[in-house]
């Protein structure tokens, strides 16, 4: 579950006992970050066994969520807070006329596979389309680096360090995601780095690739062609090859899509004394 920053959070969420909702009396509520900090504790009320939680913007990045209902149960969830979409619900809604129907695809449907296409675009390029922020823990070489395995690396938020808190004048960030302290980092030291990386607004034709790959997803169904189908024979003839994610080089079996994303992917090229370019 993902929010937009600068926005207020409402969080809700139902015990359940396998596939049975379990009804209890009071739940309270703790919210914390990252690093473990708390940053909102209180009371969620009720309507049914819905149980809601809201509370103020909070800053990006990502947050556990401990719902406890006294001795009966205590259930962990989580969501993130991010600086952008890959595109609107009103966008995906006008992109087809099945998606208009909001009984059929009704809000959190849509937020939902909004939020599982922006992972998978994320892990198709290894770059994210939208502002987000992440906290992960590297190690020392001895050098004044650090690398965080990310791409468009937009700015460095905190470091903490085997003595705490980091003094964070004269610590830089590239957009590919190395870190260059003002002194050396002795080796094997490990440090925590939180630091906003993505794109600052989504490219046009990523955003157009987010919604049909949206539709496929929702309406895989009005094809008519068999999940495992590698080829088919129609009706008036002729044999057809499909596209298919996981075959061939295809990522997700459309052909404008993975041609999309093919265009924003790093690519490593070595020259004939093995050099890379």
Same mark, same amino acid.
């Given at each position: 579950?993902?929010?937009?920053?600068?926005?207020?959070?409402?969080?809700?969420?139902?015990?359940?006992?396998?596939?049975?909702?379990?009804?209890?009396?009071?739940?309270?509520?703790?919210?914390?970050?990252?690093?473990?900090?708390?940053?909102?504790?209180?009371?969620?009320?009720?309507?049914?066994?819905?149980?809601?939680?809201?509370?103020?913007?909070?800053?990006?990045?990502?947050?556990?969520?401990?719902?406890?209902?006294?001795?009966?149960?205590?259930?962990?969830?989580?969501?993130?807070?991010?600086?952008?979409?890959?595109?609107?619900?009103?966008?995906?809604?006008?992109?087809?006329?099945?998606?208009?129907?909001?009984?059929?695809?009704?809000? #959190?449907? /849509?937020?939902?596979? =909004?939020? $599982?296409? +922006?992972? !998978?675009?994320?892990? %198709?390029?290894? *770059?994210?389309?939208?502002?987000?922020?992440?906290?992960?823990?590297?190690?020392?070489?001895?050098?004044?680096?650090?690398?965080?395995?990310?791409?468009?690396?937009?700015?460095?938020?905190?470091?903490?360090?085997?003595?705490?808190?980091?003094?964070?004048?004269?610590?830089?960030?590239?957009?590919?995601?190395?870190?260059?302290?003002?002194?050396?980092?002795?080796?094997?030291?490990?440090?925590?780095?939180?630091?906003?990386?993505?794109?600052?607004?989504?490219?046009?034709?990523?955003?157009? #690739?987010? /919604?049909?790959?949206? =539709?496929? $997803?929702? +309406?895989? !169904?009005?094809?008519? %062609?068999?999940? *495992?189908?590698?080829?088919?024979?129609?009706?008036?003839?002729?044999?057809?090859?499909?596209?298919?994610?996981?075959?061939?080089?295809?990522?997700?079996?459309?052909?404008?899509?993975?041609?999309?994303?093919?265009?924003?992917?790093?690519?490593?090229?070595?020259?004939?004394?093995?050099?890379?370019?």
């Amino acid at each position: 579950m993902r929010f937009l920053s600068g926005r207020g959070v409402k969080l809700t969420h139902t015990f359940l006992d396998d596939e049975s909702p379990l009804i209890v009396p009071a739940v309270s509520v703790t919210v914390q970050d990252a690093s473990g900090a708390t940053v909102y504790t209180g009371d969620a009320t009720s309507s049914g066994d819905e149980w809601t939680a809201s509370f103020p913007a909070v800053p990006e990045g990502v947050y556990t969520v401990s719902w406890q209902a006294g001795q009966t149960a205590t259930d962990a969830t989580g969501f993130e807070v991010v600086g952008g979409y890959l595109f609107t619900l009103p966008e995906a809604r006008g992109s087809d006329m099945d998606l208009e129907d909001s009984a059929r695809f009704p809000t #959190a449907e /849509l937020k939902h596979y =909004r939020d $599982v296409v +922006t992972d !998978e675009f994320e892990v %198709i390029t290894a *770059r994210s389309f939208v502002p987000r922020t992440a906290r992960v823990e590297v190690e020392a070489d001895g050098t004044s680096s650090l690398y965080l395995g990310y791409f468009d690396v937009t700015a460095l938020k905190a470091v903490d360090g085997p003595s705490g808190a980091e003094d964070m004048t004269g610590w830089t960030v590239d957009p590919s995601g190395f870190v260059k302290a003002p002194f050396e980092l002795r080796d094997g030291d490990r440090y925590t780095v939180t630091f906003r990386y993505g794109f600052g607004q989504v490219p046009e034709d990523v955003k157009r #690739a987010g /919604l049909l790959r949206l =539709r496929s $997803v929702l +309406t895989a !169904e009005r094809s008519g %062609i068999p999940d *495992r189908a590698t080829a088919f024979v129609a009706a008036e003839g002729g044999n057809f090859t499909l596209a298919t994610a996981g075959r061939n080089g295809w990522e997700t079996g459309i052909p404008e899509v993975d041609a999309v994303l093919k265009r924003y992917k790093y690519s490593i090229f070595y020259d004939v004394f093995g050099v890379a370019r």
